[in-house]
């Protein structure tokens, strides 16, 4: 009769030390290279570009040429068919004034946004919601200007971006199909050169400068 | 001189010696920590830095009293292109520190004419150039694009400059960088 032979097999542990070690070095080196915020873009043209971007315009449209001037006393607000706010131009004060807290000059960007929003979004959307912008009212619907003064700090030229791009809380109820959450988004598929506009946006294609 | 010990007593003393060695073993053996859970919680650390890294095309290094980019409400992503840094004390672009400022301004030997910054443009123009055979290679289009991460204290004449040297770069179409408010 065979004889029966058991085999017995250690079982070593595997040793972690090295993986340990290594992930000790990884977890440094990724904490101080590793970015929490998130950072994100505002798309804007010169001048230049978007005027050679209306070129093909049809003359008999309508422009609406709307232009915001940033000074130090506020915000100047203007179309193509004069200013917003001609009476308190005539007084020579801007349409939206600064504020002074704390000693600090305060720009209010959100009256900016309910301003624009109340006074040419909101009246003018439905003749160019149309996706084609050949079949549009104004030929230059979505588009703004904004025109900085030299000592502006890039803070309030980015807040008044974000004033004339996105829309204001109140358009949930009062525009048709904006969506919950009232974003606007420029997307740049991979490959592609141009951007697309996504979601609900109310002046989003802006140029800067004179 | 002392007592010698009974054989009860030796063996007592031996009962209480291996007493004792029985305890020595047990607290080595629960001293020997267990690496396995420690393991888990640096995969789990090791797997969201690196969810968290490399996301983004490009970074944009937040230094206080340097480089701090405004918070908005934008929800748009970058995509990769030419990135100029406007800092408090220098304008940086690709990584190569072109012009120092001073006042967060630029001195009239930087930029004679009061807006084109010499050195700035120059660089721009390799880059476009580079750019330019590397597309030719792909049979792609230049973009002219370029991003911007500016400081919040920034005056807009700066970055109007900056602009203006891009756009005689022929670069024509600018992202500003941001720090998103609402999330992605």
Redesign the interface.
Known sequence: MAKKTTVEIEMEDINLMPIMNLLCLLIPFLLLSAQFIQIGIILVDTPRKSRNTSKQKDDKKKTMGLVVDITQDGYYISTKAGSACPDRKANGQPCIAVTHSGGKKKYMHENLRKFIYSKFYKPNYKKNSDPDPANRFFVDWGKVTIRPQDMIDYETVIQTLDATRELPPEAKNEIDGVGSTLTCVFKKDSGKKEWALQGACMFPLASLGR | MARELTPEEIGAQKKLDEKKLARRNKKLEESSFN??S??DA??I??IF??K??GS?PM??P?KKNELM??K????????ECVDIQISRTSIVVKGKKVVTLTNKQISSQDAPDGYIIKNLKDRLDDLRNKEIEQKQEKAA?F?GEA?IS????????L??QV??TA?RAKY?????????M???
Request: proline content about 4%.
């Open positions: 690496i396995t420690l393991m640096l995969t650390i090791l830095l690196l968290s890294y983004d970074q944009v937040q980019v405004p908005s409400d934008t929800m748009s992503n970058m995509s289009k973009q991003f500016a400081d919040t204290e920034i005056p807009w004449k970055v109007d602009l203006k756009v024509y179409r600018f992202s500003f960088a941001v720090v998103k609402r999330g992605s």
